[in-house]
Nanobody, 114 residues
Framework: QVQLVESGGGLVQPGGSLRLACAAS????????MGWYRQAPGKQRELVAT???????NYADSVKGRFTISRDNAKKSVYLQMDSLQPEDTAVYYC????????WGQGTQVTVSS
């Protein structure tokens, strides 16, 4: 059974930074895609960023140039460095992994507010 646990969320002022981490347990394949989605109150869950096993990345237009996704296959982990955070980035951030993103974490709250 695969489990994903996110950490690193919290409250930050506009313009600040946070680094999210997602640790996976169980049978994880290094070629699996991994990624981050987010869901703001009253909105649908949306893609933030994904990273393939060999490192190709994809970002939502709204976060390009501000967020950076990375992974450490030896640690079965994926990270999201978030810089220049804005109030519209406030959401619950979810880690996902596996073909067709079948596995999901419980989410970590990110709040951007002064």
């Amino acid at each position: 059974q695969v489990q994903l646990v996110e950490s690193g969320g919290g409250l930050v002022q506009p313009g600040g930074s946070l680094r999210l981490a997602c640790a996976a347990s169980g049978r994880i394949f290094s070629y699996w895609p991994m990624g981050w989605y987010r869901q703001a109150p009253g909105k649908q869950r949306e893609l933030v960023a994904t990273i393939l096993g060999f490192g190709d990345t994809n970002y939502a237009d709204s976060v390009k140039g501000r967020f950076t996704i990375s992974r450490d296959n030896a640690k079965k982990s994926v990270y999201l460095q978030m810089d220049s955070l804005q109030p519209e980035d406030t959401a619950v951030y979810y880690c996902t992994a596996g073909n067709n993103y079948v596995y999901w974490g419980q989410g970590t709250q990110v709040t951007v507010s002064s």
